[in-house]
């Protein structure tokens, strides 16, 4: 290797700025730009050429791009205004294909050359394809780029199953992403243990058993022999104990290796990476190199982490302030299909090494550290890694634990003396040097002087410096940064969906789907609930949050509902119960009410009472008759009104043109087919209806969840009314000509309602947070979103109506059920 050279090619070039060239327009060659930017912007005159015909991207968050969670915009680092902002050339899609040392040039694949006075390689790594009969099939994929993501989900669109060779992290990430995607997933990896480079054979276990739980096939200790075809495509993998797989797509996630050829084929020392110095100079003085195609101090590194050191100290030798790269202590600090691991050192153990374990089977966490000498060596937790920042902390300062050797495996509150009062104490203990978020290479000390700088809020420091920008693992630890530094004028966010949760509701709403959760109890272990069965608050907005995302798969927990919602009635301050039953639209007829009154003598009410939604309310019914009382009145083809849920309440409506002078539609038969389409539908809140026939507005549709205003051209629909204690007047949401209209609108405006809203959210507060445009643009700036959401309405509402909607009290519904049998038909009749 020759010593690091200073150029000073400004005086060679009659003052004129140096003309760098990178090759690689990936995360480490754009980071060091970055680099040497920020401290002299006007020293080169800077050209980038890349392979893929893009900008610059976070690789790293490709996964999220499989999983559907993130699209291509979503992962931009650097857009094409940074390029032009800095003066940057760009040449995207057109790689380097050799390098001219001797007259200082580059050539492109497409013949075009760039002379430079320094060079910078940043090529990455290359995929490795382990050589087996049919590698080279179609279907056969790597996980480097976004090509190959397209590659990805092109075969998802297919379904069949998919085979992922490798179960280190790509791999792992490739399957859950196309888990997700609706194909059914094997992993074959060759060792015992999965991400063996990063977990422990009992954090590898725990993995393995999760990931089976979810659905996925984890075949270990398993040796591919052969990817078998059919007609020139991939059709299953064969391993070399006999069995076999199918496979429609096979995703090689089974390592990488530094790319290197372009600088061996240019006569730069390789070995097996690029060899540089700890200035980053390769052994031709006038050429760099950066990232995962470096070999230094007999190092290679594929994480992102060191990536950032390494281009500090290359900017630093490039603007003349020379610090030096001595290596770096790798942490891992992961999320796998949204379980928490961390691995750090080595953990390895053997001899003059102390394991220290904890293992908490109930909420599935396990620790483990490593000491040797007093020092701590190596880190692997799964399940709560809040203390991973502070055990890479320790062990990459190597400083002395015997003092806190005890409580070391309990974190950093307990070793501090306890102080678990306050959950920013270990953030508050790190060092300014301590690495927050490792995607993005930003320290405390940065975060903490970008929020001194100004940027009071998470997603101002997500602008500032891009900590929890990218995986969003880091957030906590910025939040604690953020109330550390500002005390109480942190700018706040949405509110978290309760004390149990750090996760908005919004958050929950999103993972529930993202990570295919189903269950309440696997709600709170994979979301980290810091309590072990929720609350009165959380209960029963996940259980409302499930139905809404899985109808017909959740099954609806009856004791995470309210109590008026399990007995169908609401409770009185008396302990008795008033029961109401359903009037389509306010209407009735001698049949029910003869029901009621029946049901009023045979037990003793002793009040009824017309309600402000034109029904009868039926006040005094004892606990124990709630069974009989229910029974009764669907024998008469009464269901549920249902005016004690968080569901659709009423469908209030006016005579309308049958009757009234000034109707000019059909107001109450309207309002009986809405009624007839909505009812039974679980909401984030209550929901009132209602339908005038003319503009004077007798049924006071206008200050009602969704209202119908008929006119003579047809029909006006309202939205976000509220007549309680704090009254709001709707929102003209659209006008339509016809009643088939009205209700599809209706179907779409409530389905949208019940996947956007916060969970205890009238449709009023939420039109005011999101904004009545954004519920427009919602329903109707795509033709067909309409249609798909009311679709989507209809979906639930088959599985919401066919519930029993009698009271749930314990006895013996045997009775009930044979009378609900009788009259469902009736009662599930289309109003058409």
């Known amino acids: ?31 060091a730009v970055e680099e040497i930017l920020a401290r002299d912007p006007a020293r080169y005159s800077v050209t980038i050429f890349g392979a893929e015909p893009r900008v610059n991207y976070n690789r790293i968050m490709l996964s999220p791009v499989l999983a559907g969670e993130k699209a291509f915009e979503d992962i931009v680092i650097n857009g094409d205004d940074w390029y032009a902002d800095n003066g940057i050339t760009l040449v995207s899609g057109d790689p380097v294909v050799s390098i001219d040392r001797a007259s200082q040039v580059v050539i492109a694949q497409s013949g075009r050359t760039e002379a430079y006075d320094r060079l910078l390689i940043a090529t990455g790594s ?6 087996v009969p049919g590698k080279d099939l179609a279907g056969v994929v790597t996980f480097r ?89 991939v059709s299953a993998v064969r391993l070399k104990d006999g069995r076999e797989f199918a496979a429609d797509i096979v995703v090689m996630a089974v390592g990488i290796r530094p790319a290197t050829a372009l600088a061996k084929a240019a006569g730069i020392d390789v070995e097996r990476g690029i060899m540089v ?42 603007t003349g302030s020379p610090s030096g790269y001595e290596g770096s202590v790798t942490s891992t600090k992961l999320k796998v299909s949204g379980i928490d691991l961390f691995s750090a050192g080595d953990f390895s153990g053997g001899d003059g090494a102390e394991d220290i374990v904890m293992r908490d089977a109930s909420r599935g966490v396990y620790k483990r550290v490593i000491v040797r000498d007093d020092r701590l060596v190596g880190a692997v937790l799964y399940g709560d890694t809040a203390d991973g920042s502070w055990y890479f902390d320790l062990l990459k300062k190597g400083e002395d ?29 790190l060092s300014d040097d301590a690495e927050i978020c490792g995607c993005n290479g930003v320290s405390k000390g940065k975060v903490v002087g970008c929020v001194l700088g100004g940027a009071h809020s998470l997603d101002a420091v997500r602008s500032a410096c891009k900590a929890s920008a990218s995986c969003g693992s880091c957030t906590g630890l910025v939040e604690s940064l953020l109330s550390l530094t500002l005390g109480g004028e942190v700018e706040s966010g949405p509110k978290t969906l309760c004390k149990c949760t750090k996760f908005t509701h919004s958050d929950v709403r999103r993972l529930l789907i993202e990570k295919q959760i189903k269950a309440i109890p696997q709600a709170m272990q994979e979301l980290h609930w810091t309590t072990p069965d929720g609350c009165a608050s959380c209960r029963p907005a996940l259980n409302y949050y499930l139905l809404c995302a ?105 005579v309308g043109s049958e009757w009234c002078r000034f109707g000019t539609q059909d107001s109450t038969g309207l309002g009986v087919k809405l009624e007839r389409m909505t009812w039974g539908s679980w909401m984030p809140h209550k929901f009132k209806i209602a339908v005038s026939g003319c503009p004077r507005n007798c049924a006071e549709a206008t200050i009602k969840d969704f209202g119908v205003v008929c006119v003579d051209s047809g029909y006006e629909l309202h ?46 507060p939420w039109i005011e947070r999101v904004g009545l445009e954004a519920v427009k643009s919602a329903l109707f700036d795509d033709p067909d979103a309409v249609a798909r959401l009311a679709a989507r309405f209809r979906h639930s509402q088959q599985f919401m109506q066919d519930d029993p909607w009698a009271a749930r009290a314990a006895g013996d519904e045997s009775e009930l059920h044979q009378h609900l049998a009788e009259v469902r038909p009736l009662i599930l009749e289309t109003a058409s």
């Open 719 to 764: 939205v976000g009314g509220n007549g309680g204690i704090k009254v709001r007047v709707t929102d003209l949401l659209s006008k339509v000509a016809t009643e088939e209209e009205a209700m599809e609108v209706c179907a779409a405006f409530i389905q949208h309602y019940r996947e956007d809203a916060w969970y205890l959210e009238r449709t009023a």
């Open 550 to 654: 899985w109808p017909g798969e959740y099954v609806d927990d009856q004791q995470s509902r309210f109590v008026n919602e399990r007995m169908h009635a609401n409770i009185q301050k008396d302990g008795t119960y008033s029961v109401v039953p359903r009037m389509w639209g306010g209407l009735t007829n001698p049949k029910e009410l003869r029901a009621i009154a029946d049901v009023v003598e045979k037990f003793n009410a002793p009040m009824v009472k017309v309600t402000g939604g034109q029904r009868l309310d039926i006040f005094g019914i004892k606990k124990e008759d709630l069974p009989a009382v229910w029974a009764d009145l669907n024998a008469a083809g009464m269901v549920s009104g249902h005016a004690y849920g968080k569901s659709l309440r009423t469908v209030k409506t006016c």
């Open 126 to 131: 290359d995929p490795f394809i382990i050589p």
């Open 1 to 31: 290797m020759n010593a690091p050279v200073t150029f000073d090619t400004k005086s060679l070039n009659g003052g004129l700025a140096e003309r760098l060239v990178v090759i690689g327009n990936g995360m480490a060659g754009c980071r």
């Open 401 to 429: 634990v015997s003092g806190i050797r005890e409580a070391l495996i309990f974190g950093q509150a307990f070793a501090a003396g306890g102080a678990l009062a306050d959950p920013n104490a270990a953030v508050a203990a």
């Open 277 to 318: 110095d700890d200035h980053m100079v390769t052994s031709d003085p006038a050429i760099m190199a950066v990232g995962e195609c470096i070999q230094h101090r007999g190092a290679c590194y594929g994480l992102v982490a060191p990536l950032w050191d390494m281009c500090r100290a290359l900017a630093d030798h490039a």
């Open 145 to 233: 780029d976004l090509d190959d993501v397209d590659r990805m989900l092109a075969a998802a669109e297919k379904g069949g199953s998919a085979v992922v060779i490798g179960g280190g992290l790509l791999g792992l990430e490739a399957a859950h992403g196309l888990s997700l995607r609706g194909m059914s997933v094997s992993v074959i990896h060759l060792m015992p243990t999965l991400m063996e480079r990063q977990l422990d054979e009992a954090a590898g276990f725990l993995l393995k058993s999760e990931l089976e739980r979810r659905g996925q096939t984890i075949v270990t200790s398993a040796d591919t022999a052969e990817i078998v075809g059919k007609d020139g495509h």
